[in-house]
T-cell receptor, first 109, second 116 residues
Framework: GQNIDQPTEMTATEGAIVQINCTYQTSGFNGLFWYQQHAGEAPTFLSYNVLDGLEEKGRFSSFLSRSKGYSYLLLKELQMKDSASYLCAAMDSNYQLIWGAGTKLIIKP | SAVISQKPSRDICQRGTSLTIQCQVDSQVTMMFWYRQQPGQSLTLIATANQGSEATYESGFVIDKFPISRPNLTFSTLTVSNMSPEDSSIYLC?????????????FGEGSRLTVL
């Protein structure tokens, strides 16, 4: 079957760095997406990886290892506004998105 | 990018009634989708809204329960029919921009339905 695993909840301190991991199993693979979702709001796109390696975008970076079925989202210089759920989604061979349940990130002062 | 407007943003409905959610995109998009999200849970794809033809439903979702229309490239509706408390959820419209199958997905703000 197809599935996505990511931690349910993580806590980090303002100004610190946090890494949110995601492992996936899909029928074929056409890329890995990360979305941010604040409580009560729509998910917003953060990143897309289809090749192995690290993609950096400001304070956020996303890493992919296709051979390991593994990705992580790295958030640096954490701010209180980064408190949100982070959704990992893998696209299978039919271009269908398989969504993880999301990781709730709590930032403490 | 695409901006997606959804309405209603929330509603409280009586058991057995039906409600139609509207989704308007500010630009022409190739793909439109309808998702359901229970609190604290993953996004579940209901169906792909096809322009000018019947929607493509995922396993566990049927047209009689969730009829979908997409009369043009910028507008779609989802009806939740004969509602029961189990249908209480957030319903999200999304659209995929770009010409490829891996274009970025944009989401509407969601419609939070509570069925009594």
């Amino acid at each position: 079957g197809q599935n996505i695993d990511q931690p349910t909840e993580m806590t980090a301190t303002e100004g610190a760095i946090v890494q949110i991991n995601c492992t996936y199993q899909t029928s074929g693979f056409n890329g890995l997406f990360w979305y941010q979702q604040h409580a009560g709001e729509a998910p917003t796109f953060l990143s897309y990886n289809v090749l192995d390696g690290l993609e950096e975008k400001g304070r956020f970076s996303s890493f992919l290892s296709r051979s390991k079925g593994y990705s992580y989202l790295l958030l640096k210089e954490l701010q209180m506004k980064d408190s949100a759920s982070y959704l990992c989604a893998a696209m299978d061979s039919n271009y269908q998105l398989i969504w993880g349940a999301g990781t709730k990130l709590i930032i403490k002062p | 990018s695409a901006v997606i407007s959804q309405k209603p943003s929330r509603d409280i409905c009586q058991r057995g009634t039906s409600l139609t959610i509207q989704c308007q995109v500010d630009s022409q998009v190739t793909m439109m989708f309808w998702y359901r999200q229970q609190p604290g849970q993953s996004l579940t794809l209901i169906a792909t809204a096809n322009q000018g033809s019947e929607a493509t439903y995922e396993s566990g979702f049927v047209i009689d329960k969730f009829p979908i229309s997409r009369p043009n490239l910028t507008f779609s509706t989802l009806t939740v029919s004969n509602m029961s408390p189990e249908d209480s959820s957030i319903y999200l419209c999304s659209a995929q921009s770009g010409t490829g199958d891996t274009g970025e997905l944009f989401f509407g703000e969601g419609s939070r339905l509570t069925v009594l």
